[in-house]
């Protein structure tokens, strides 16, 4: 209690004179009985000497902390408790800012600057005329995967037939789709021989073009029209159809970006979720699915698979995932009605969307119910209520639903 006690009053004495001439660590050493004045005066003989006054004032200090450490009133001691409560507040607050500063880093150098704007974690204070349009910032995205299947074989006949092959698949598909990617807001993520990615990015400024997954299906809807449209023309060649499967997946975030030197690079858990829907299993490949849609999805009776994923079938098909679905609810006006396919209800959602052009387009969906999977078919008694959702891409079936209306 003493050293305490002895803290305090080096604490109602301290003043800019003292600080001159002594270390408060030696004062307080002092007032709590450690050493004696000789001591005290040694220790600041290196600095100013203390005039017998300032002596005399710290001898009388020291007899009081002697006095109050002997007496049994016990208000010095809530003193001190409130004094070790407010320190003990200080530190915890000192620390929090420590690890608050830590993760503040000023950047200097422009990629990084950019790195961390593209990755939305950078702070800017920015004087007036510094200030940028915030129409850039992007506020959600979705993901557009197509699994273009059977590249390989089309690529190597034509190589035997002395044709190129990458003029084919430049003027029949890939320069087709980017005409188009204007019309529906997309960008270009990643295209090679056998997979295309497309994002399609909803700015926090422009609300009014908040249409993101509703382009990716009119998009997708375009793509699946050039593939087979190509299919006719390479059953004429004597060439190997090319089969399309699309997933379609919405975050409700902005993506994040890496830069391979210029080049910026997505990072985004939408595109591993799109392709995986844009996939089809091997035995629902192997095995023929009777079924007037292009789309399926069952559980297998054995469990999960290896990925721990429901097995889905995507010929020529697009399938959205379910914050895909709810996500378009919101972009546009959707109709409900049910239909008799092949003598069994179904469900179908209707609605038009506009493109960048302000031009409107139908969109049909439908809702499916995962079924089993077992022993290579598709269990007949079996239908769960866990849906799936379906961009209908047969112009029958649309004119059909349509009429309904």
Same mark, same amino acid.
């Given at each position: 209690? &003493?050293?305490?006690?002895a803290?305090?009053?080096?604490?109602?004495i301290w003043?800019s004179?003292?600080?001159?001439?002594?270390?408060?660590?030696?004062?307080c050493?002092?007032?709590?009985?450690?050493?004696?004045i000789?001591?005290l005066?040694?220790?600041c003989?290196?600095?100013?000497?203390?005039?017998?006054?300032?002596?005399?004032?710290?001898? &009388?200090?020291?007899?009081e902390?002697d006095?109050q450490?002997?007496?049994d009133?016990v208000?010095?001691a809530? =003193?001190?408790?409130?004094?070790?409560?407010?320190?003990r507040?200080?530190?915890?607050?000192?620390?929090?800012?420590?690890?608050?500063?830590?993760?503040i880093?000023?950047?200097?150098q422009?990629?990084?600057i950019?790195?961390?704007?593209?990755s939305g +974690?950078l702070?800017?204070l920015l004087?007036a005329n510094?200030?940028e349009d915030s129409?850039?910032?992007?506020?959600h995205?979705?993901?557009?995967k197509?699994?273009?299947? $059977?590249?390989?074989?089309?690529?190597?006949?034509?190589?035997?037939?002395?044709?190129?092959?990458?003029s084919y698949?430049s =003027?029949?598909f890939?320069?087709?789709?980017?005409?188009m990617?204007?019309?529906?807001s997309?960008t270009?993520?990643?295209?090679e021989g056998d997979?295309?990615i497309?994002s399609f990015?909803e700015?926090? !400024?422009?609300?009014?073009q908040?249409?993101s997954v509703?382009r990716a299906?009119?998009?997708?809807?375009?793509?699946?029209?050039?593939?087979?449209?190509?299919?006719?023309?390479?059953?004429?060649m004597d060439l190997?159809?090319?089969?399309l499967?699309i997933?379609?997946?919405?975050a409700?975030?902005a993506?994040?970006y890496?830069?391979?030197n210029?080049?910026?690079?997505?990072?985004? +858990?939408a595109? $591993?979720q799109a392709d995986?829907?844009s996939?089809?299993?091997?035995?629902l490949?192997r095995?023929?699915v009777t079924?007037?849609?292009?789309?399926?999805?069952?559980?297998?009776?054995?469990?999960?698979? *290896?990925?721990g994923e429901?097995?889905i079938?995507?010929l020529?098909g697009?399938?959205?995932?379910d914050?895909?679905?709810?996500?378009l609810?919101s972009?546009?006006?959707?109709? !409900? =009605?049910?239909? *008799?396919v092949?003598n069994?209800?179904?469900v179908?959602y209707t $609605?038009?969307?506009p493109d960048?052009?302000?031009?409107?387009?139908d969109?049909?969906?439908?809702?499916?119910?995962?079924?089993?999977?077992?022993?290579n078919?598709?269990?007949? +008694?079996?239908?769960s209520a866990q849906c799936?959702y379906?961009?209908?891409?047969?112009?029958k079936l649309?004119t059909e639903?349509?009429?309904?209306?």
């Amino acid at each position: 209690m &003493k050293p305490l006690i002895a803290s305090q009053q080096v604490a109602k004495i301290w003043n800019s004179s003292l600080a001159e001439r002594l270390d408060a660590k030696f004062l307080c050493q002092y007032f709590s009985g450690q050493i004696n004045i000789k001591k005290l005066l040694e220790r600041c003989a290196s600095k100013k000497p203390l005039s017998e006054l300032q002596v005399k004032q710290l001898i &009388k200090a020291a007899e009081e902390v002697d006095r109050q450490a002997r007496s049994d009133d016990v208000s010095h001691a809530f =003193l001190i408790l409130e004094d070790v409560s407010r320190f003990r507040q200080h530190l915890k607050q000192y620390r929090f800012a420590h690890r608050a500063l830590n993760r503040i880093k000023v950047l200097k150098q422009v990629d990084d600057i950019n790195l961390s704007k593209q990755s939305g +974690s950078l702070y800017t204070l920015l004087t007036a005329n510094e200030r940028e349009d915030s129409d850039a910032r992007i506020a959600h995205h979705a993901i557009l995967k197509a699994d273009v299947r $059977g590249s390989t074989r089309v690529t190597e006949q034509l190589q035997n037939r002395g044709l190129n092959p990458a003029s084919y698949f430049s =003027l029949r598909f890939f320069s087709p789709v980017n005409t188009m990617l204007p019309t529906y807001s997309a960008t270009k993520v990643f295209i090679e021989g056998d997979a295309v990615i497309l994002s399609f990015l909803e700015y926090e !400024q422009a609300p009014q073009q908040w249409f993101s997954v509703a382009r990716a299906c009119g998009l997708a809807k375009e793509m699946l029209s050039i593939v087979h449209a190509n299919n006719r023309y390479s059953e004429q060649m004597d060439l190997p159809p090319l089969e399309l499967g699309i997933g379609i997946c919405y975050a409700q975030t902005a993506p994040r970006y890496l830069y391979d030197n210029d080049e910026p690079i997505m990072i985004s +858990s939408a595109i $591993g979720q799109a392709d995986r829907l844009s996939s089809c299993a091997r035995e629902l490949r192997r095995n023929t699915v009777t079924s007037p849609f292009n789309v399926d999805v069952f559980f297998p009776a054995e469990g999960p698979d *290896s990925s721990g994923e429901n097995l889905i079938r995507n010929l020529n098909g697009i399938l959205l995932d379910d914050t895909a679905f709810k996500k378009l609810q919101s972009e546009i006006s959707l109709k !409900q =009605l049910q239909l *008799s396919v092949n003598n069994r209800p179904t469900v179908f959602y209707t $609605g038009k969307f506009p493109d960048t052009e302000s031009k409107n387009h139908d969109l049909v969906i439908r809702e499916g119910h995962i079924s089993l999977w077992q022993e290579n078919s598709a269990a007949a +008694s079996f239908e769960s209520a866990q849906c799936y959702y379906e961009v209908i891409t047969n112009h029958k079936l649309i004119t059909e639903v349509l009429s309904k209306l």
